[in-house]
């Protein structure tokens, strides 16, 4: 792993950057270019070391969003995935060993048009979802302190 990609990995586990050009601040504050910001992070997502880099917002303050798992016949797994991976409010959708063995998370910009999305993907899919609205935030703020050396 290159001196950079330890770095991003290091300092930016909790991302205090708010700007329009997020990659240009930790750019500057790194002292390299935008563009070495850019292509490190595509090194870690590829070599599969980063899932994700970027802000983690308060879904309520910014909109509504909701857990849904679906009980999804093996056979159909894959297509129902891409039928609801269609939906730029879907996100985390995920395969899981279980009796409800599709996860995923729908995020809107308010309920009503939450609603709207669990919907029409039911009428897409021909499943029944279970909605697990959150009864109750944690903030976990978490970070793991990484020596390189061992």
């Known amino acids: 792993m290159q001196a950079l990609e330890k770095q991003l990995i290091s300092q930016f586990q909790k991302l205090s950057v708010i700007s329009l050009t997020p990659y240009q601040a930790i750019a500057r504050e790194l ?22 880099f970027g802000p983690v917002f308060n879904h309520s303050a910014a909109g509504a969003s909701t857990l849904v798992t679906l009980a999804v016949p093996t056979d159909e797994l894959d297509t129902v995935a891409e039928k609801i991976n269609q939906y730029p409010e879907v996100n985390h959708n995920y395969a899981r060993d279980h009796y409800y063995n599709l996860w995923f998370v729908v995020t809107a910009y308010d309920q009503d048009h939450l609603i709207q999305v669990i919907n029409q993907i039911t ?14 935030a944690f903030y976990i703020d978490l970070a793991f302190p990484i020596n390189w050396d061992s």
Request: aromatic share 0%; no cysteine.
């Open 31 to 52: 002292g390299v270019s935008e563009s070495d910001i850019i292509n490190s992070l595509q090194q870690l997502t590829d070599n599969n070391i980063l899932s994700r």
């Open 123 to 136: 009428q897409d899919i021909n499943l029944t979802p279970l909605v697990l609205p959150m009864e109750k």
